[in-house]
Nanobody
Framework: QRQLVESGGGLVQPGGSLRLSCAAS????????MSWYRQAAGKERELVAA????????NYADSVKGRFTISRDNAKSTVYLQMNSLKPEDTAVYYC?????????WGQGTQVTVSS
């Protein structure tokens, strides 16, 4: 069964940090480009960060550049999102996405709330 399971979300104060993880199973993780998306209440889902299958050049939404870092460990079939200097506007459900030329999969999401 192909599966993406996110973890690491929670409540954090403004200026704090969180590290999200997404563990993949049931497919060949190393051939998939991986991304993190987020969806805030009442808003559309948006791309936050992406990393290609070979772990090369990453790209980020302008709103998170310099604060978030995406990385992957193909040996562990896991992608990470390190989030620093968090702001209240980063509050959202964060989703992991795996994409290949033929398939793409979504995780169930993990809630991140930034509030004092």
């Amino acid at each position: 069964q192909r599966q993406l399971v996110e973890s690491g979300g929670g409540l954090v104060q403004p200026g704090g940090s969180l590290r999200l993880s997404c563990a993949a199973s049931g497919f060949t993780f190393s051939v998939y480009a991986m991304s993190w998306y987020r969806q805030a209440a009442g808003k559309e889902r948006e791309l936050v960060a992406a990393i290609p299958n070979y772990g090369g050049a990453t790209n980020y939404a302008d709103s998170v550049k310099g604060r978030f870092t995406i990385s992957r460990d193909n040996a562990k079939s896991t992608v990470y999102l390190q989030m620093n200097s968090l702001k209240p506007e980063d509050t959202a459900v964060y989703y992991c996405n795996a994409k290949s030329p033929m398939y793409h999969y979504w995780g169930q999401g993990t809630q991140v709330t930034v509030s004092s």
